[in-house]
């Protein structure tokens, strides 16, 4: 699909369309007033201030269809050039329009503005002619926007749309919309009975459910073995730590407005952790090491808390509450190079396990003006990027260079993906650091007998265990590998009466192999039991009636497929077997 912010003809026809947009709500709610209408990468939106009224996106096909009535009409849209003074004059009853002109550099003599027939608003444009030109559109969802994105000014109405120049092209845009409904980790968690949440506990606190769970415990157990065969130690760490040792590593002066309020508990103030880099320094420092010791790896699924923006928050995605993959490597400089391979190695080998091909690798770097972001330390800066940029050159990762994504304290390697709903982030990250070993005062003897401080590698192979479950939903639509899936066998007999105790035979086989086993044994028709089934995403569907029951053995049906196979109960167990150990991946 085309990108629209970038390409001038699209560019300029969705500006045109917001327009469109608001000239419509002006004649279907005509006390509104709007503050901006910008073109994004996936259309426009339009964030409007409609007083009392509240939209719902059943309001949207009336609003598009005014808009098709005034494209029809075929209204001239002109430019109108304009002094400070005289825009000032024409939008002196609209607070939002008084605050950008006022903003305005005193220099701008001339500001300009759009009008068509009624309707008129600044913009920079350029705009299409006529109206006739905005043919093909369709308004996406409403949603609420702080006006100037801050939380202490009004609620405004956010009205998405996107625009096109042929039907075709939009009608492809709308089929990968409804495509990534189907795809939304929050509708199949749902449907799968995944993870929950509610207001009562607290928005992005969300909850796993037995079927959810079962998935975090495989993900935890799969990603910890693997740690363990390379020599991680795991540990357990509290979820709170005192503000001082946030003030001790950076974070308090660096990231405190992404954490929850402190509490004071004894005279001594607490906050919830947002990251386990603290904690994991205290552990390193708890005895002495020598350089022999090096490279330390020390490893936690650690439970961390950040306070994200409401309107961030998105499911098991974007969480307040989320389970890190979180390791710090400790390693002497000249260890810097073998141990980042290692964790690059283990990221690609994770990555080939899920069927993950559609990646990017970011260099992430300070800003150097950004004195306040970043840990004031140039010669510490330009060692530790140099050295990341010379190991990537030297394994041969293609990698863009991203200047201001940097954490406080490091450059990192960020690999981020673009999954099937929303825009891309980072799923695994390693960042180099040399700036806490120092806050902490961390040491180890070397091989002169003298005292120097180590290097840390912060990892993170998952992510975080929630947004990894998320991306890998959305990526197989919940159709997951058997060695994931909460239900991996559903037994159906054709007639309860003649089959069942057959089934239960069954049942009882496989879950003494330690198999995820269902039985229905409701009194619905077959196919609506071979229906659920296929709804509920299981791998394998056995049915079991006269023959089966006769020569003792099963008949399965593999997931979005209508053939069935016939064989006995011990194949099964085996290839059962294998399919889990090898983690097969069907990507139906």
């Given amino acids: 699909m085309k990108e629209i912010k970038n390409d001038e003809k699209l560019n300029m026809l969705n500006h045109s369309c917001a ?22 990468d996936e259309g426009f939106y339009y964030d409007i201030d409609l007083g009392d009224v509240t939209l719902t996106e059943d309001d949207l096909p009336k609003i598009e269809k005014e808009m098709k009535k005034i494209s029809k009409d075929n209204k001239l849209i002109k430019r109108i050039e304009l002094s400070k003074q005289e825009a000032l004059d024409m939008f002196k009853d609209d607070e939002y329009k008084l605050d950008l002109i006022n903003r305005m550099d005193e220099n701008d003599t001339v500001i300009s503005a759009y009008k068509q027939e009624d309707f008129i608003d600044l913009c920079r444009g350029p705009h299409v002619n006529s109206t006739k030109e905005i043919k093909y559109f369709k308004l996406l969802k409403v949603s609420g926007a702080y006006w100037k994105n801050d939380a202490k000014n009004k609620m405004l109405q956010r009205i998405y749309g996107v625009c096109y120049d042929n039907e075709e092209d939009l009608n492809e845009y709308i ?12 509708k199949i968690g749902k449907d799968m009975e995944l993870f929950m949440s509610d207001d009562l506990v607290g928005k992005g606190m969300p909850m796993f459910l037995p079927n959810g769970y079962i998935i975090w ?4 157990n799969y990603i910890r073995n693997k740690e ?5 130690m795991h540990v357990l760490t509290p979820c709170v730590g005192t503000v001082n040792l946030y003030k001790t590593s950076g974070h308090w002066d660096h990231y405190k407005e992404n954490m929850f309020p402190a509490m004071e508990v004894d005279g001594e103030e607490f906050v919830l952790r947002p990251m386990n880099c603290p904690h994991h320094m205290m552990i390193y420092s708890n005895s002495l090491h020598s350089y022999k010791d090096l490279p ?4 936690e699924i650690a439970h961390d808390f950040r306070y994200e923006a409401s309107g961030a928050v998105k499911g098991i995605e974007r969480g307040r509450h989320f389970c890190q993959n979180d390791s710090h490597i400790f390693v002497t400089p000249d260890q810097i190079k073998s141990e980042f391979k290692g964790v690059v190695d283990l990221i690609f080998d994770v990555y080939k396990d899920f069927g993950i091909k559609n990646y990017r690798c970011v260099l992430s770097l300070r800003d150097p003006e950004d004195k306040q972001k970043y840990h004031d330390d140039d010669e510490m800066w330009n060692k530790a990027e140099n050295e990341l940029r010379e190991v990537l050159n030297e394994l041969g990762i293609e990698y863009t260079e991203e200047i201001g994504e940097a954490a406080f304290y490091g450059p990192k390697l960020d690999v981020n993906v673009k999954p099937a709903v929303g825009n891309e982030y980072t799923l695994s ?21 003298e005292k120097k401080t180590p290097v840390v590698l912060h990892r993170a192979i998952l992510g975080s265990l929630d947004r990894f479950m998320a991306y890998i939903l959305e990526e197989t639509k919940g159709n997951l590998p058997l060695w994931l899936s909460p239900n991996q066998i559903n037994i159906i007999p054709v007639n309860n009466e003649y089959h069942l105790e057959y089934a239960k035979k069954i049942k009882e086989i496989l879950e003494n192999n330690n198999f995820r086993v269902t039985l229905d044994d409701s009194d619905e028709k077959l196919s ?44 099964f167990v085996k290839l059962i077997e294998e399919e889990i150990k090898n983690k097969v991946r069907r990507d139906e």
């Fill in 296 to 299: 330390i790896r020390i490893a």
């Fill in 429 to 449: 990250t390693c960042q180099l650091d040399f700036c806490l070993p120092a806050k902490f005062d961390l040491k180890y003897v070397d091989s002169n007998g």
């Fill in 175 to 186: 089929n990968e919309l409804e495509e990534a409904k189907l795809r939304d980790h929050r």
């Fill in 228 to 232: 363990k065969k390379l020599g991680y």
């Fill in 528 to 571: 609506y039991k071979m229906r659920q089934s296929v709804i509920s995403k299981v791998p394998y569907t056995l049915i079991l009636g006269d023959k089966e029951k006769e020569s003792e053995t099963i008949s399965y049906r593999l997931r979005l497929s209508n053939d069935t196979t016939n064989i006995k109960i011990d194949d």
């Fill in 19 to 40: 327009h469109l947009l608001a000239h419509a709500i002006k004649h279907l709610y005509p006390n509104a007033k709007y503050w901006v209408g910008p073109v994004i």
């Fill in 217 to 220: 415990e495989e993900l935890e």
